[in-house]
């Protein structure tokens, strides 16, 4: 796939772009219908008019070795903004153990771009990871954690994070190669599991990537 040609269409805002002005491309990734319409959907510029099958197949290509997991044992609000930076991060898959249900609207819709997948306990997430060979690493500030600023991530690996209010099950960081803590500097005890989950992921990608 090649990028987007030029549209003369200019209305590059986030409430997206109208429909495309000339004649329409025959690329197979390009929805006619958002191609008439325009297209309003939370996307970057490079996939405007794309339809959604083309997107995922495209981030597929590119999707970095990492995972991430949260815990879900009482509905918690932070997994919608996990799935949406874990897709801005460009992760593998997120995965969710416990509660199959979850509180979609932090996502914004990007959960349709990123792979989600569900597993009922710890064991099973555990069974999976070690099939996958695939080290678990746990991201909660427990006694015994070691300090994300200093550790060296695994390329491939899983990011397991807890739930606000109890943080990681006992099952959890028993079943991780290391528990590692972003390290703090005020009076709260903690920050928020989505926020912590961007900014583990975002250390990989600054331990990872070249720019
Ligand atoms: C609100 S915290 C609750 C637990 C926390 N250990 C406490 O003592 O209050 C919820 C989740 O966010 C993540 N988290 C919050 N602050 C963190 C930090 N400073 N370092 C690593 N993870 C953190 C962890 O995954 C944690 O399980």
Redesign the pocket.
């Known amino acids: 796939m090649t990028d987007l040609p030029e549209s003369p269409t200019h209305e590059l805002s986030t409430s997206g772009v109208g429909p495309w002005i000339g004649e329409l491309p025959e690329d197979p990734w390009f929805d006619r219908e958002l191609l008439e319409k325009g297209d309003t959907r939370n996307v970057i510029d490079r996939y405007r008019y794309w339809t959604m099958e083309a997107i995922v197949a495209d981030l597929d290509e590119k999707r970095h070795p990492f995972h991430v997991a949260i815990e879900n044992w009482q509905h918690d609000m932070n997994i919608g903004s996990i799935v949406r930076s874990a897709n801005a991060f460009g992760a593998d898959t997120v995965h969710i153990v416990g509660r199959r249900r979850w509180n979609k609207r932090g996502a914004m819709v990007t959960d349709r771009y990123q792979h989600v997948v569900h597993h009922d306990t710890v064991a099973d997430l555990v069974e999976w990871a070690k099939a996958e060979n695939m080290p678990i690493l746990?991201?909660?500030?427990?006694p015994g954690?070691v300090k994300?600023e200093t550790f060296a991530l695994p390329e491939r690996c899983l990011f397991l994070?807890?739930?606000?209010?109890?943080?990681?099950s006992p099952e959890a960081i028993e079943a991780a190669e290391a528990v590692?803590?972003?390290?703090?500097f005020g009076s709260t005890?903690?920050?928020?599991?989505s926020?912590?989950a961007a900014v583990?992921m975002h250390s990989w990608v600054m331990q990872h990537v070249t720019f």
């Open positions: 746990a991201i909660d500030n427990v954690c994300i994070f807890g739930q606000e209010g109890p943080g990681l590692i803590e972003i390290t703090q005890r903690s920050i928020n599991a926020a912590a583990t």
